[in-house]
């Protein structure tokens, strides 16, 4: 038996499994000042993580390649110094290592799992992230109640119609989903097409990023909205919300 790294000054039991492998020389010039805290953060999901079930041990040594890297990379589609909400955040993946690599976003981790959001809250104030704001919630129970964002990001939560009926309420006028995506990212979006018109898409495209750093590249498919996301179904519930919202801080 081994010991996880302390979150919260409590050690977790670890039972042996695949070892971490050593961060790869992309990872230091991704993570740059903050490689240490990536290193950290891989740590507790290869062994914290793995404990309390929120990653298989078999990903233990891909970590770096199929997690880390290639969810730090979605920070080339993302803009500069605007508002990021991750949608089924898990055990921080996407939001994470984005948050690491840009410090200029003001992000929210949204996953509605109670041991998700404890792993969560712990490792965003382990290191320092004080851009970044755990809820714990889901997606259609936060519209209205959270500020709208410039950009939903999201990574194996659901097929993209469903993921879209998720993410899209969530956004400002004008904001964006990037979504995460494998090999089906273009069979997908075809298959959503209609669905997304509906909730108020204007224009989508496949995009490859991470050259250089990961390979296979890392797919994302961006669903750009306009000046109703959502459609005019969500709207109206966003509206009502607000109003109840403004009741109660009134009493």
């Known amino acids: 038996m081994r010991e996880a790294p302390a979150l919260y000054g409590r050690t977790v039991p670890v039972t042996e499994a695949a070892e971490l492998p050593p961060a790869p020389e992309q990872a230091r010039e991704v993570f740059g000042d903050r490689f240490a805290d990536a290193v950290r953060y891989a740590e507790l999901l290869a062994e914290a993580g793995v404990q309390r079930g929120l990653i298989g041990p078999r990903e233990v040594p891909r970590l770096w390649e199929r997690h880390l890297l290639n969810c730090a990379v979605l920070s080339e589609a993302v803009p500069e110094g605007v508002t990021v909400c991750d949608v089924g955040s898990g055990a921080g993946l996407p939001g994470i290592p984005l948050a690491l690599v840009r410090e200029d976003l003001n992000i929210t981790l949204l996953e509605p799992l109670l041991r998700r959001t404890n792993f969560l809250t712990e490792v965003v104030e382990l290191l320092g992230l004080n851009h970044v704001t755990v809820v714990r919630g889901r997606a259609e129970e936060v519209l209205g109640k959270l500020p709208p964002v410039h950009v939903v990001t999201a990574r194996a939560v659901a097929p993209l119609d469903r993921l879209a009926t998720w993410g899209i309420p969530l956004l400002r006028p004008?904001?964006?989903?990037?979504?995460?995506?494998?090999?089906?990212?273009?069979?997908?979006?075809?298959?959503?097409?209609?669905?997304?018109?509906?909730?108020?898409?204007?224009?989508?495209?496949?995009?490859?990023?991470?050259?250089?750093?990961?390979?296979?590249?890392?797919?994302?498919?961006?669903?750009?909205?306009?000046?109703?996301?959502?459609?005019?179904?969500?709207?109206?519930?966003?509206?009502?919300?607000?109003?109840?919202?403004?009741?109660?801080?009134?009493?």
């Open 174 to 251: 004008y904001g964006e989903m990037l979504a995460l995506k494998g090999d089906t990212a273009e069979e997908e979006l075809k298959a959503a097409a209609t669905a997304l018109s509906k909730l108020g898409a204007v224009e989508t495209s496949i995009l490859h990023v991470g050259e250089g750093v990961v390979d296979p590249l890392s797919t994302v498919v961006r669903v750009e909205v306009g000046e109703s996301p959502g459609g005019v179904r969500f709207a109206a519930k966003r509206a009502k919300a607000a109003r109840a919202g403004r009741v109660r801080r009134r009493r």
